[in-house]
T-cell receptor, first 109, second 120 residues
């Protein structure tokens, strides 16, 4: 079967760094996406990894290990506006995104 | 680039009526669009995949006669919730597949802002 495993909720302090881990199992693999979803809003695209390694984009970085079925999203210099759910979504062999429940990140001052 | 719009953003209707939701890709052509539903504090649930010029592919458990999908052009897909009931109240989100856009990966899905449906 296909499944995603992420922590349900994480708490971090403003200005700090947080790493959100994701393990996945899919039928085939065509890359992994991270999306941010604020409460009551639709998801917005953050990053995409298809090769092993780290992709850095400003305060956000995403890492992928295909052999381990593992990815993480690293958020630096946390801001209050980063409070949101973060969705790890691998793409299977049919180019369908597989969605889990996401990780709710709470930022405290 | 890669902007997807949805209309309406919010709709309240009476039980038994039908509601149409539009999803448009504003600056790219989308041969494939997706319709999702999300209940509070739950994950996105794919309802159907909409391909331009052909019938939509529905996920298991989604009634195709209740959720009518039309993808008549490369920039527009519509979802009609027929004979809506209170249990259909949810957040409906569309996304469009945008292959090969500059600055982004292939096959990225960009989401519309969502439509909040409340059936009384």
């Amino acid at each position: 079967g296909q499944n995603i495993d992420q922590p349900t909720e994480m708490t971090a302090t403003e200005g700090a760094i947080v790493q959100i881990n994701c393990t996945y199992q899919t039928s085939g693999f065509n890359g992994l996406f991270w999306y941010q979803q604020h409460a009551g809003e639709a998801p917005t695209f953050l990053s995409y990894n298809v090769l092993d390694g780290l992709e850095e984009k400003g305060r956000f970085s995403s890492f992928l290990s295909r052999s381990k079925g593992y990815s993480y999203l690293l958020l630096k210099e946390l801001q209050m506006k980063d409070s949101a759910s973060y969705l790890c979504a691998p793409m299977d062999s049919n180019y369908q995104l597989i969605w889990g429940a996401g990780t709710k990140l709470i930022i405290k001052p | 680039g890669a902007v997807v719009s949805q209309h309406p953003s919010r709709v309240i209707c009476k039980s038994g009526t039908s509601v149409k939701i539009e999803c448009r890709s504003l600056d790219f052509q989308a041969t494939t669009m997706f319709w999702y539903r999300q209940f509070p504090k739950q994950s996105l649930m794919l309802m159907a995949t909409s391909n331009e010029g052909s019938k939509a592919t529905y996920e298991q458990g989604v009634e195709k006669d209740k959720f009518l999908i039309n993808h008549a052009s490369l920039t527009l897909s519509t979802l009609t919730v027929t004979s809506a009931h209170p249990e259909d109240s949810s957040f409906y989100i569309c996304s469009a597949r945008a292959p090969g856009l500059a600055g982004g990966p292939q096959e990225t899905q960009y989401f519309g802002p969502g439509t909040r449906l409340l059936v009384l």
